[in-house]
Structure formats: C-alpha cells, structure tokens
C-alpha cells in the first residue's frame, strides 16, 4: 500500500466508532468505549478479563488496533461484545 492509499483509507476511518457485523448478520456502529473480552493473555491483559477500547486505530497495513488504557493491541486478542 503506497501513501496515497493509506491517506484515502484514513480518511473515511475514524478513531471513535467501528463497523461490526453481528452473528445475525446485522452491521452495527459501536462507539468508543465499548466493551471486548479478551481471548488470549497479552501485555497487561488476562484472558477471559473485559475491557473497554478507548479508540481504534489502523495499522499501515490496514489492521485494526485497539487503544485500551494507553496501550495498543492488534484486533484478534479480542471478542467484541453487542449487547
């Protein structure tokens, strides 16, 4: 991905909210904060713990991360929980 891909695919992402889609096959906009469960131990982070991500973020190559209390955590540690 060249800059000119990566800055066209910033700016239609945002740091405050995330597209999900539901097992139901609903989409949905969570906004930040919103609550994961952890699905395996990283950092500070246990499994089975849930936690709220503060903002979500891409990497350069377009993988989502998530800010939980100042730390970032590639996307796949986590289960996002829909109410």
């Given amino acids: 991905m060249n800059k ?3 800055a066209w695919q910033l700016k239609h992402s945002s740091s ?3 597209y999900v889609v539901t097992w139901n096959n609903l989409l949905m906009q969570l906004f930040c904060p ?7 131990s990283v950092g500070d982070l246990k499994k089975g713990q849930i936690v ?5 973020k891409v990497t350069i190559e ?3 991360v998530f800010m939980i209390k100042g730390q970032f955590y590639h996307y796949y540690y986590f289960e ?3 109410d």
Avoid: G, P, S, T
């Avoid at 919103?34 to 395996?40: D, H, I, S, Y």
């Avoid at 709220?52 to 979500?56: C, D, G, K, M, S």
């Fill in 4 to 6: 000119q891909e990566l």
């Fill in 16 to 18: 405050e909210w995330i």
């Fill in 34 to 40: 919103f609550k994961v469960a952890v699905n395996k």
């Fill in 52 to 56: 709220l991500i503060e903002a979500v």
């Fill in 62 to 64: 377009l993988k989502a």
């Fill in 80 to 82: 996002i929980l829909v």
